[in-house]
Nanobody
Framework: QAQLVESGGGLVQAGGSLTLSCRAPRMITSTFNPKTLGWYRQFPGKQREFVATITGRFETNYADFVKGRFTISRDNSRKMVYLSMNNLKSDDTGVYYC????????WGQGTQVTVSS
């Protein structure tokens, strides 16, 4: 099964911003038409948690802890999804995963986001 490809992770100071990108592997771009795209994150020893989703109609949903700070968006022509993160906190540190169409869909390998205090 093909995996999504995340990028944009890295080290950022608390209060800073970072934008994550996610795309489908080129091998499946011709058939990749997800209804819902999303971002999830995982901390060491913890289960993966919901961050944000966006539907094909650009309807968004956010976890409470990121509302007002994170913005999810998608570009259907480029078949990409983004997560713009603002006012990052040290608690945001973790591995961020891109998802297409839920648990039975596609996942990426994750990109590390590290926020220094």
């Amino acid at each position: 099964q093909a995996q999504l490809v995340e990028s944009g992770g890295g080290l950022v100071q608390a209060g800073g911003s970072l934008t994550l990108s996610c795309r489908a592997p080129r091998m499946i771009t011709s058939t990749f038409n997800p209804k819902t795209l999303g971002w999830y994150r995982q901390f060491p020893g913890k289960q993966r948690e919901f961050v944000a989703t966006i539907t094909g109609r650009f309807e968004t949903n956010y976890a409470d802890f990121v509302k007002g700070r994170f913005t999810i968006s998608r570009d259907n022509s480029r078949k990409m999804v983004y997560l713009s993160m603002n006012n990052l906190k040290s608690d945001d540190t973790g591995v961020y995963y891109c998802n297409a169409d839920g648990n039975t869909g596609y996942w990426g390998q994750g990109t590390q986001v590290t926020v220094s205090s």
